[in-house]
């Protein structure tokens, strides 16, 4: 028989809501997501620990169904019309920095612009994500509800771009950083096989120390009537122009 919950007291619950900080998610290596799309993509990379639904029909097998009531859902949700199930997930483990092709962002402070990168480097053959110092959280609702589900199909590691980037030059991947300055147009170089690309902070973009380490910095060119791209937008394009197939 299906578990049910009723009170927004209930302490289980009450531990539930203090997943919706950092803090806690990093202690007990849990997250939520809600609606069916996210829960089924949690569910489908056996990440999905516990679904919360306020419907019996929308049971999954194989995993620990609780039946709540929608006040519940509203409490744990971040949405304002939220969807009649949340899940709690497990956090990926931690991958090794590998691949050929890498998108390292730096100090990029906004989740939405985090979960868009992620999507985008999904759907242009990137083999791995870090995410530097000063980024915004993996796991906060609003990176993951933009990912659109990419985060538990792409590895995403979280380590100092200080460690990474020599390791990349061992590994003799080309390194490509963006910058509107000391810098080529997009389109005058070669499609590379393998690269590491470098995108920076929303503000002021990627660390000198960091262009400093590059094979190569980049621009995409635009009209004059813009300064800059979104780093969202600029990053999607690059991927787009350095993707060899979309087999």
């Known amino acids: 028989m299906i578990k049910k919950i009723t009170s927004v007291n209930n302490e289980y619950i009450k531990e539930l809501s203090k997943l ?69 997930v497990k956090m990926m483990q931690k991958p090794k920095l590998w691949g050929n092709k890498i998108l390292l962002l730096d100090n990029v402070q906004d989740p939405g612009n985090i979960g868009t990168l992620i999507r985008t480097a999904l759907g242009f053959n990137l ?8 980024c915004a959280d993996l796991y906060n609702d609003k990176t993951i509800r933009a990912t659109q589900g990419a985060i538990f199909k792409i590895p995403i590691l979280q380590e100092s771009l200080d460690i ?35 995108l920076g902070n929303e503000g002021s973009g990627v660390n000198p120390k960091y262009l400093q380490m590059t094979d190569q910095n980049i621009y995409v060119k635009t009209n004059k009537n813009l300064e800059s791209l979104n780093v969202g937008v600029a990053g999607g394009i690059i991927m787009y122009y350095f993707n060899n197939s979309l087999d």
């Open 127 to 134: 083999d791995l994500i870090v995410l530097g110092n000063g």
């Open 164 to 198: 990474v980037i020599p390791q990349i030059k061992q590994m003799q991947i080309p390194l490509f950083g963006t910058s509107l300055t000391n810098a080529v147009k997009l389109e005058s170089i070669p499609k590379p096989s393998r690269y590491a690309l470098i």
């Open 20 to 88: 919706k900080q950092n803090k806690y998610r990093n202690q007990q290596q849990l997250f939520l997501v809600e609606g069916y799309h996210l829960v089924n993509e949690a569910k489908a990379a056996n990440l999905l620990q516990t679904v919360l639904i306020t419907n019996e029909e929308d049971y999954l097998k194989g995993i620990n169904n609780i039946l709540v009531s929608n006040n519940i859902i509203e409490k744990l949700a971040h949405t304002s019309s939220p969807q009649g199930i949340i899940g709690v």
